[in-house]
């Protein structure tokens, strides 16, 4: 049975950290690229990040660079998104997704998703 599960969510205050992390069942890392999508209440879902299978291209929304930071352990099948200097805009429920590549990816075309965890920025 394929499964995203993610972890690490939580409340923060503005200007800190969060580290989301991601299990992958089976080889989903091998065939498939992992990312993450987010959906705020009252606004559409919107693609954050994506690590492409195999030499690891990594990719972010406009709205994230250069404070959010994705990774991947092979060996632990984990994907993780490191989270700084969070604004409390960043709040939603975040979603680990599966793609046959990161293009399909950010076209909203994936295959796989987790249950979701959420994020709250405030103070």
């Known amino acids: 049975q394929v499964q995203l599960v993610e972890s690490g969510g939580g409340l923060v205050e503005p200007g800190g950290s969060l580290r989301l992390s991601c299990v992958a069942s089976?080889?989903?890392?091998?065939?498939?690229?992992i990312g993450w999508f987010r959906q705020a209440p009252g606004k559409e879902r919107e693609g954050v990040s994506c690590?492409?299978?195999?030499?690891?291209?990594?990719s972010y929304a406009d709205s994230v660079k250069g404070r959010f930071t994705i990774s991947r352990d092979n060996v632990k099948k984990t994907v993780y998104l490191q989270m700084d200097s969070l604004k409390p805009e960043d709040t939603a429920v975040y979603y680990c997704?599966?793609?046959?590549?990161?293009?399909?990816?950010?076209?909203?075309?994936?295959?796989?998703w987790g249950q979701g965890t959420q994020v709250t920025v405030s103070s």
């Open positions: 997704v599966a793609a046959v590549g990161c293009e399909r990816l950010w076209r909203d075309a994936n295959d796989y």
């Open positions: 089976g080889r989903l890392l091998d065939y498939y690229a």
């Open positions: 690590i492409s299978k195999g030499d690891g291209r990594t």
